[in-house]
């Protein structure tokens, strides 16, 4: 299984940025970023495909937030702007090994390896 070493994150105003990294042991596919706040479920937050440099957002972090990757190191960057303290949560990188193309990537099930997570938070 591929392992996933997540870095990056920390404390940050309302209003700033900050950006997380997610490097893999091995070849994959698809690297994507999920969020997880206190009490609530996960939630996906933005995904890359290495074909095509195909980007995915949800809407909650569209327009702020840029994945980005380099498909030959397998290593992945999420730049998060325009912070807001709902931001605030544990945040994960995961990635697909299958070359494959999937019905969706906004899905954990989409997802075969997973990072430690890395604590981003934003105060008012």
């Known amino acids: 299984q591929v392992q996933l070493v997540e870095s990056g994150g920390g404390l940050v105003q309302a209003g700033g940025s900050l950006s997380v990294s997610c490097a893999a042991s091995?070849?994959?596919?698809?690297m994507g970023w999920f969020r997880q706040a206190p009490g609530k479920e996960r939630e996906f937050v933005a995904a890359i495909r290495w074909s095509a440099a195909t980007t995915f957002y949800s809407q909650s972090v569209k327009g702020r937030f840029t994945v980005s990757g380099h498909n030959f190191k397998n290593r992945a960057t999420l730049q998060m702007n325009s912070l807001k303290p709902d931001d605030t949560a544990v945040y994960y990188c995961?990635?697909?090994?299958?070359?494959?193309?999937?019905?969706?990537?906004?899905?954990?099930?989409?997802?075969?390896?997973w990072g430690q997570g890395t604590q981003v938070t934003v105060s008012s």
């Open positions: 995961a990635a697909d090994s299958w070359p494959g193309y999937r019905s969706t990537y906004t899905s954990p099930s989409a997802y075969d390896s």
């Open positions: 091995g070849r994959v596919f698809t």
